[in-house]
């Protein structure tokens, strides 16, 4: 598994994820969109501590400096 994610997308993912943490734990989404949304926000912390995105690999993209 080679890095493809830069810090910069890194930072962009954990900041999306902890905004739908506290949307999510503030009752502003809630039903199945809040649990599709925490879904992908754990995704999103996943991908960023691993420097790896599955779908990046697929497409052929690379936001990682050489």
């Known amino acids: 598994m080679r890095k493809n994610m830069g810090s910069t997308d890194k930072l962009i993912r954990v900041i999306i994820a902890m905004i739908v943490a506290v949307l999510y734990f503030t009752g502003t989404l809630t039903g199945t969109l809040g649990n599709i949304a925490m ?19 697929i497409l052929g993209i690379s936001t990682c400096k050489k």
Do not use: K, Q, R
């Open 39 to 57: 879904v992908i926000a754990g995704i999103f912390v996943l991908t960023s501590l691993l420097s790896f995105c599955p779908l990046y690999t």
